[in-house]
């Protein structure tokens, strides 16, 4: 990751290690031999940790590259409003 912090810095984008999140995609078997050492990266001087679902510029990607949590967000967001209406 701190490649990635170079090259942004290079482009006058800064990352902001507070924020990042990393997700593994892959099948259900190679996701299973990740081990506990294999679920944070270094950013600059902060650890990412590893998490099951992250949000990317609005949607939802969980490791399986499904779209269920997703969906579910924007159903119970859309019955929130209609139920305010």
Partial sequence: M???AKSYATLRLQLN???TEFVRF???CNRKKITQD????CVGSSI???FAVASD???LLDSELSIKQHVNK?????YYKQSNY
């Fill in 48 to 50: 990412a940790l590893h």
């Fill in 17 to 19: 290690s507070s924020k």
């Fill in 38 to 41: 294999d679920i944070s990266v």
């Fill in 2 to 4: 701190n490649e990635h």
């Fill in 26 to 28: 892959g099948t259900r």
């Fill in 57 to 59: 510029i609005g949607v």
């Fill in 74 to 78: 924007v159903a119970g967001t859309i």
